[in-house]
């Protein structure tokens, strides 16, 4: 009966995370986590190896928070093979974790990237995108508290449950694709791009407790456009993102307003270049997310808030929680006798 009764419960707890569950986590910043939003992105980089980390952390008022880690990295590992294509390598690795019940999800992958110059100036791009990956899903009944723990003051979680402890895990392989084209003019003050990818082509089962619920596909459509001013100072760089999964849509768009304050060399890369952005952006019917961006020498650090605008601020008073980012280029602008850097790209 207790088996019974302990499964009933954890449905009942679950039933809020089988929405969350078919919906990846993403970053605020989702320019900061090229290789989590298309696969198409890797290699797509002014540099020869690039590597980065991002670390979220929400609604910390309300209850256990929701946390969110990924670590990520690719390199251009073949160049000039057919005609200055590039080849590209990559990995990644995601992990989020919330509420009592520790309901994680883990997603690793390998992303190849192809990128094909389309014309003779080299100012038009089409890069393709797969990736092969690992997933891994978990809930426990350790953090949760029961009607036998309740005392006079309060839930005493050193009291026994009087239940059955419950420990889930699946894992399952999962394939993803994307295309992306770019665009970057001679001069390098006007670039613009947009993709789309598709993840989850193969749908797996992600159900606990033997029922079969397949994991809905995940579809993104990212675009931007850079342009640098005729004083070298000012970059307008506005972005968008798109994902729906399921019935879950997630849209974010706004900008960032870049501030050269060093430039780089150009010829031999001596001097590196400093900059500092300042973006805002909206998720729609959600939040608003400032974020501050500093950049030099090929290492950027971001760092943003998301700020409750949408029903949520009647429980969590507007407060939705940080958000960081660190990336590496290297080789990032270098001068232009580099060998094997395509200026173009960011």
Known sequence: MKNIT????????????LGFSQMDGTFSQFMNSPLEINPANTGHFQGTVRAGANFRRQWENIATPYQNIG??????????????????????????????????????????GYTKIMDRKAEHFISLGARVGYGQHSISSGGLTWDNQWTPTGFNTG????????NENLSFMNFGGGVKYFYGNQEGTIKAYGGAAMYHINRPDVGFFNQEINLDRRFIYETGFFYKADNEVLIFHPQAFWMQQGVQRNVIIGSDLRFILSGATRNTGFLNEVTLALGLYHRLGDSFIPMVKLATGGFELGISYDATVGNLTRINNGFGGPEFSL????????????????????
Not at 7 to 12: G, H, P, W
Not at 90 to 101: C, H
């Open 159 to 166: 009291l026994p449950t009087g239940e059955n402890d419950v």
């Open 6 to 17: 302990l499964t009933i419960t954890l449905s009942a707890l679950c039933i809020p995370f």
């Open 71 to 112: 670590a990520w990295g690719d390199a251009q590992i073949i160049k000039d093979l057919f005609d200055k294509d590039i080849f590209s390598l990559g990995v990644n690795v995601n992990q989020d974790q919330v509420g009592n019940s520790e309901f994680s999800r883990l997603d690793a992958g390998v992303n190849l």
């Open 327 to 346: 990336i590496y280029k290297a080789k990032y602008k270098s001068g232009t006798g580099k060998r094997g850097v395509n200026p173009k790209f960011l």
